[in-house]
């Protein structure tokens, strides 16, 4: 009863202000990336998932500026529209931010995102690479990697291998900030161990986990 109470009432009306709140957020900044973008829209394979926008407070969750130096460098795989991009650029220290989706769509709209804040990213060097994960080259300075639930299956493991790979090539620590973690225990058997977790701030099992985030590192 009281699931179907909140199913009806409850949920609609957290939706609903959570939207205006995203729409005021959005005009602050300048940018455009909220609705939702279904796979087939996206014209991506079958291990890809739909185009949903990052909670505006999930990298600030898992990551604080303070844990950001100079040399670091932000890789958001899955970037959609580049909200987190955005957030990376302007709001943190990163050397570079890099954005990478396999959506020509996608791009385009990061594009024009990370143009609209180009005032704001103080020194930080942005990009976004219009490329599949799965034969993506993971550059050898990164140091942190955001994903959202981006692609799962052979798409996750081969951008895994990717990650492992750059790190054997050029030795540094890596860290790993995964929102909505279905795909970890690839991570883990590849060696990164979670260091820090934070649960969904939501009342069911389901938007719980939509809003968890983990944070991983492979030393």
Known sequence: MLRRVFAGTVRPAVRAARAAVVRRLERREGILTTGEVEVE????GAHA???KPSGWLLLRRALRPGDVGPDDVFLDLGCGKGRVVCQAAT???????????????????ALRNVEATRDRHGTTEVEIVHADASGYAIPDD??????????????????????????????????????????????????????????????????????????????
């Open 142 to 219: 990164v140091t942190v990697v955001y994903l959202y639930n981006p692609f799962v299956g052979p798409v996750f493991a081969s951008a895994v291998r990717a990650l492992v790979a750059s790190q054997d090539r050029r030795p540094r620590p890596i860290r790993v900030v995964y929102a909505t973690p279905i795909e970890e225990r690839t991570l883990v058997d590849a060696g990164f161990r979670p260091v820090r977790r934070h649960r969904g701030w939501r009342p069911t099992r389901e938007w719980s986990r939509s809003n968890a985030i983990a944070v991983f590192q492979r030393p």
């Open 41 to 44: 829209e996206l014209g991506l």
């Open 91 to 109: 709001r943190y220290g990163f050397r570079r931010v890099i954005g990478v989706d396999a959506s020509a769509a996608m791009v385009a709209a």
């Open 49 to 51: 998932v739909r185009y």
